[in-house]
DNA sequence: TATTGTTATACTCTATAACTATA
DNA sequence: TATAGTTATAGAGTATAACAATA
């Protein structure tokens, strides 16, 4: 009898451990941005909102990875809950403008410091030179699979 | 005028970097396994049936990090395609018992070469050193947020 | 009553494609 | 016609809770 061939395990692959790490880190952050009443993707949306002041749907979606639909959807719900405003382009009228309510920019440096203490609770423990080196290695991998969009689940 | 406050930006978190890269190796890979009808979260489900052979959905449920009602509906799926074959309990008939069928038998060698090619895309690059610090450094952080369960998406 | 597993409901994100209105 | 944005549909995952069968 031959028997059957050995497989690599499930604990073997990188991916793997970047999954459920990466997993465990949004899961957590959702629960704290949950009482900000905000997923993530909302949080990426507000976020790039809050620097660029104004950005048209297609463009936000090619930042954020996201297609025009799904842009839709979410300025949808931010625009339910009143934190972004839409507004036509007066030159070509095809086109649309995005951009956050009063409320919202006082809600982004919240949700701001809610990111920096869900990054604190799960890499606080690094040394500043493993944290440095995460994220070069992390930037790297990125870099030259040529990713560009913003993740947001 | 005050202007308004600094905020951290996107990226400067580690848990960005991280999603980003996870979201892209898991896309890549479930890319790959499109090919062979499966999903990722399917994967995990096959892959440890194919180790202990026999299983009740509660203990997989555990081990998966998933409901018993999310893993009900993906044995559902499995067994359509006829991957999984169910069985009662004897003993304790509330009981139900979870098995790879032939077929699913002879396709995980296949999945599991696909993992492998997708890890090596993804992390070849890397020296060795390089690869093992990251797991150490991946693993230690699950150890101490105490996850247990497979990530599965 | 408690437990196992199933089912129902609902919500988020994803992907594709049809649709509207402008140009 | 092409483009910008919206809408519709469907699939996958997640979570909660009601439910049936069994103990």
Redesign the interface.
Known sequence: MTG??P????ET??????????????HS?ARKLEAEGVTVAEW?FL??L??VEVIAPSLLAERMGMTRGAISKLADRLGDKALIARAANPDDRRGHSLALTPPA?AL??RL?AL??R??AE??G??SAQ??S???D???R??R??G?SS??T?
Chains 1, 2 share one sequence.
């Not at 692959?13 to 949004?26: C, D, F, P, T």
């Open positions: 059957e061939a497989l690599s395990e499930l692959h990188l991916g793997y451990w970047l999954r459920a790490v990466s997993n465990a880190v949004s952050f990426v976020r790039m809050y620097d920019r982004v440096p701001a990111a920096d869900n990054d799960f890499f423990a690094l493993e944290r080196w995460l994220e290695l992390l930037r991998i990125a030259e699979r990713l913003a993740p689940d």
